[in-house]
Every structure is written in structure tokens, then in C-alpha cells.
């Protein structure tokens, strides 16, 4: 008997919804004004559904499971109210949360920078002290524009003697528009892998970017000492031997320690002697292999001739072929017994980024007997 009653329950509840969605519409009474028609079908699906519970909660017997009623959306007036409504008694029946409203939320925001090219890549190399440029492109990808008040600013790291901040642009940038902003930098005098860490900065203080830049100070980049022996020693006798001797007359190169330099000066470090062959203007010349030129890069040593060369008048020639081309010459020095030596820094930059082999080159005025000129810890750094 209680499961017909149930089934009778069911079912009115069933057609008291349907007779709902059809209904004609009519005039507004002062009551539906009031209350509109979604809160009186919404009431009255709590109300059956209240009645329902209570009766189900009075029996002793086991309620069997409640399958949740189907409901057709036939395309009626009205039908959003409807579907509200009934959306909410399935709600209430298998305790199923309604899905959530639509945000409001704006989207994008005030001040966004889109990171687009740099001009010096992360480990690009530079000699102590060298100096350079580093520029960051960027596109304005927020709602507001970056006037003059918009800085460059270093915020922690290696600031590698820049300025500590500068205005982004001298002009007004829009959204979508792109902008580049470079720095003054030098390299340390140390040698280590150097970074510093640099921002954008709006008006208000506030940093909404964020980049950095990033070198390699090596140590020397080639020490010609060390490398002595690979290279090619010719004169015009021929291709000699390495180390050679003294009294080799087919001129020779040694490497010399602690050697005395003209005027007599002792110094601690090491130097390549490169005795040209003794014959009229003879000469030698050394040719290094191959290497690749960093930028910044300077060829540095000292040269003249080791005390107590009587005879010394040559001239040095520093030359190179780059990339497998033709022999240049790059810089050439004249060299006397005046007791006095010649300190060189040349600077490598039109050979940055080749693969260059050096030649040091010594060549006499005259017989050259008993001559001997050296490079004084010759290096590339």
C-alpha cells in the first residue's frame, strides 16, 4: 500500500511541474509581482519535496533508493525560469552543487613586458677590463604605457660598472609596441663567469620584469710559451727544430727563464728567444695554429733584445691568417741596443670570432750575428 501511495506521490509531483511549464501566461497578480513566478515554482518543489521527506522519515520500512526525476526542456516562455528551477530541485534531491557563476574578473594587467632579442648571448668571453654594450629588446604586453618614468634598473649581482638605473624610453611606449634599451658595461679585471641581474621598474617602484646579463672573463686565451714548441720555427735554411741550441747556424728558439733584459732589468717570468740566421737580413719566423679570437681580446708582451746584445737591430712583425686566408701583417716594431724595452697590448677586435693562427716574426738589419731578441711571455687574453 505505501509503495502505491509513493508511486501517487511521484507522480503528482511529476505533473504538478510539467502543468507549471505549460501553463499560460496571464496577467500578474499583486501576489506573482511580488514574489515573481520562479520563487512560486521554486517553492513549491521545496514544499513536495518536504512532504516527501516526511513521509519517508515516518515509515519503518526502508525507503528504496531515490531516482532522480528526468526532466524534457520543451522550448516554452519562459523557459530560462523553468530550468533554473528545476536545475535547483535536482539539486536539493541528489545534493549535486550548482555549477558556478561566470567571473567578472578583468583579464591582462597594467604592466607586462614580453622579453623579444638581446645583443650579447649568455658566456660571450671578454678580456679583464674590456668594454661593451648590451641591449634588451621588449614588447609592451600590458594595458598601460611606458612613459619616461619606466627605468632600466640593476637590481643585484656583477653591475660590472654600469649605472645603477635609466629611463626605458624617451618616448611614449603603447601597448604592442617594442622598445630596446642597452647598458655601458666592463668586464672585470678578474677572471671568473660574471652575472648581473637588471629589471624593468614603472612609476610607482614597482619591478615587473626581470633579465640578465651574463660574461666570461677567461684567463689568458692563449699562452704562445706554452704552445711554443707547435708552432712551425722557419728560416731560410729551412724549417728548424724546437728547442733548439745556440749554436745552431741555421738560426733556433729557445724558451728563456728569468731572462735579463736590456738595461739590465731581471725579470721573473718567461720569454720565447728567437735568434734570426745569421746571414744579411736573415730571419725567423714562428707560425702558431689555429685558434678562435674572443671578443675583447688583446695581444700582449714585452720585446727586445736579452742584455748583452751588442748587435741588436731587427725589427719584430706580428702577423696572422684568419679564417685560412692570405698572411697579414698586423704590427711591426723596431728594435736597437738602447737599452730599453717595448711593452705591447694590441688590440684583436677586427679578429674577434675568426679562427686565427699568429706568427711572431723577427727579422735583421744586416747579418744579425749574434743577435737575440725575445717575447716576453707573449699571450693572447
Request: with cysteine.
Amino acid at each position: 500500500m505505501r509503495r502505491v501511495q509513493k508511486t501517487v506521490i511521484l507522480f503528482l509531483v511529476a505533473m504538478l511541474l510539467l502543468s507549471a511549464c505549460n501553463l499560460p501566461k496571464s496577467t500578474a497578480t499583486p501576489f506573482a509581482t511580488q514574489f515573481g513566478e520562479q520563487d512560486i515554482i521554486r517553492t513549491a518543489a521545496a514544499q513536495t519535496v518536504e512532504a516527501m521527506g516526511t513521509e519517508l522519515a515516518s515509515s519503518s520500512t526502508p525507503a528504496p533508493p531515490t531516482v532522480p526525476p528526468v526532466f524534457t526542456q520543451t522550448p516554452v516562455p519562459n523557459q530560462q525560469d523553468t530550468s533554473t528551477a528545476l536545475q535547483t530541485l535536482v539539486s536539493i534531491k541528489t545534493n549535486t552543487p550548482l555549477p558556478p557563476m561566470p567571473s567578472n574578473t578583468p583579464t591582462g594587467s597594467c604592466d607586462k613586458a614580453k622579453f623579444s632579442g638581446e645583443t650579447i648571448k649568455d658566456g660571450t668571453t671578454y678580456s679583464p677590463g674590456a668594454t661593451f654594450s648590451k641591449a634588451w629588446t621588449f614588447t609592451n604586453d600590458g594595458n598601460c604605457t611606458w612613459d619616461s618614468n619606466y627605468m632600466l634598473v640593476f637590481i643585484s649581482g656583477d653591475a660590472m660598472n654600469a649605472v645603477a638605473s635609466k629611463p626605458l624610453t624617451t618616448a611614449n611606449v603603447a601597448t604592442g609596441q617594442t622598445v630596446q634599451i642597452s647598458v655601458d658595461l666592463t668586464a672585470p679585471s678578474k677572471t671568473g663567469t660574471f652575472h648581473g641581474d637588471w629589471g624593468l621598474r614603472n612609476g610607482t617602484g614597482v619591478i615587473f620584469s626581470k633579465f640578465w646579463v651574463e660574461i666570461v672573463v677567461p684567463g689568458t686565451t692563449y699562452n704562445f710559451l706554452d704552445n711554443m714548441c707547435k708552432a712551425e720555427w722557419r728560416t731560410a735554411a729551412g724549417v728548424l727544430s724546437c728547442p733548439g741550441t745556440t749554436t745552431d747556424l741555421s738560426g733556433y728558439v729557445l724558451k728563456v727563464d728569468n731572462p735579463k733584459l736590456d738595461g739590465g732589468y731581471q725579470d721573473n717570468e718567461s720569454a720565447i728567444e728567437t735568434a734570426p740566421q745569421p746571414v744579411n737580413n736573415g730571419y725567423i719566423t714562428g707560425k702558431f695554429p689555429a685558434f678562435s679570437v674572443t671578443t675583447g681580446s688583446h695581444f700582449k708582451t714585452v720585446i727586445g733584445c736579452l742584455s748583452g746584445s751588442t748587435n741588436c737591430s731587427v725589427k719584430f712583425t706580428l702577423a696572422y691568417i684568419a679564417d685560412g686566408g692570405a698572411q697579414t701583417n698586423l704590427k711591426e716594431w723596431a728594435k736597437t741596443n738602447d737599452g730599453k724595452f717595448i711593452s705591447v697590448d694590441e688590440d684583436l677586435s677586427p679578429l674577434a670570432g675568426k679562427s686565427v693562427q699568429f706568427i711572431l716574426q723577427v727579422t735583421a738589419n744586416g747579418t744579425g750575428s749574434a743577435t737575440t731578441p725575445y717575447w716576453l711571455k707573449p699571450r693572447v687574453q
